[in-house]
């Protein structure tokens, strides 16, 4: 199966983070054009997008709600985060097969990493 997936790390509970909420959508016709939103599960991971979608490439776009989700966890957070809404735009080459997106997460800062078939690519 070709997939786009995403797995997220809470660096400061040293736990997998279960239920990030995010949006997800991709460049098609020359419009942004929305695909099924995601939540992670136990294991902090989250189906994207499959087959087709991914298959063909293009630029895609996750929303990731990283301050609801410290919010969720009952956190002593200002009002005002300074990680919220993390959005991740990235282009993917036609044909690649699966691409696996890494976050490591805490309140104060987060790190990606994109794994696919053949190569890892990290931005910072």
Do not use: C
């Amino acid at each position: 199966m070709t997939a786009l997936t995403i797995q997220i790390l809470d660096v400061t509970s040293g736990k997998m983070a279960e239920g990030v909420l995010m949006q997800n959508r991709k460049i098609i016709d020359g419009d942004w054009q929305p695909l099924a939103d995601a939540s992670t599960n136990a294991g902090g991971r989250a189906i994207l997008a499959e087959n087709d979608t991914i298959k063909n490439g293009g630029y895609f776009e996750v929303l990731v709600f990283l301050g609801a989700f410290f919010d969720a966890t009952g956190r002593d957070l200002p009002q005002i985060k300074l990680v919220d809404i993390v959005p991740l735009r990235f282009g993917l080459e036609p044909g690649i097969g699966a691409v696996d997106i890494h976050m490591s997460v805490t309140p104060h800062g987060y790190t990606v990493g994109f794994v696919t078939d053949t190569k890892r690519l990290t931005l910072e």
